[in-house]
Nanobody, 114 residues
Framework: VQLQASGGGLVQPGGFLRLSCTAS?????MGWYRQAPGKQRELVAS???????NYADSVKGRFTISRDNAKSTVYLQMNSLKPEDTAVYYC????????????WGQGTQVTVSS
């Protein structure tokens, strides 16, 4: 599975950005992870093909993940951005069958700064 991500950039605190990621085929779960300098990669949000979502506590109420199965595309709408959201964001896809396999897109930088 190939993943093509887009979006990201520089935004002021309180601003918004939208990330998109298109997969080469539909897959069970898609989502976004992020990695800040000196920190481990962490799950930001994920969504299954059935629409079940999962969010990191730090982004609940500010970020919204959605999915268009017809386009094999996942979106991450990020509102009320904070400096601590600054990180490289990675698109992730995971199959739903054994063996569980993770696929990764190229990272996209999100910088929240005034």
């Amino acid at each position: 599975v190939q993943l093509q991500a887009s979006g990201g950039g520089l935004v002021q605190p309180g601003g918004f950005l939208r990330l998109s990621c298109t997969a080469s085929r539909n897959i069970f779960r898609m989502g976004w992870y992020r990695q800040a300098p000196g920190k481990q990669r962490e799950l930001v949000a994920s969504i299954t093909s059935g629409g079940a979502t999962n969010y990191a506590d730090s982004v609940k109420g500010r970020f919204t993940i959605s999915r268009d199965n017809a386009k094999s595309t996942v979106y991450l709408q990020m509102n009320s951005l904070k400096p601590e959201d600054t990180a490289v964001y990675y698109c992730n896809a995971r199959n739903g069958n054994y063996p569980i396999t993770d696929y990764w897109g190229q990272g996209t930088q999100v910088t929240v700064s005034s």
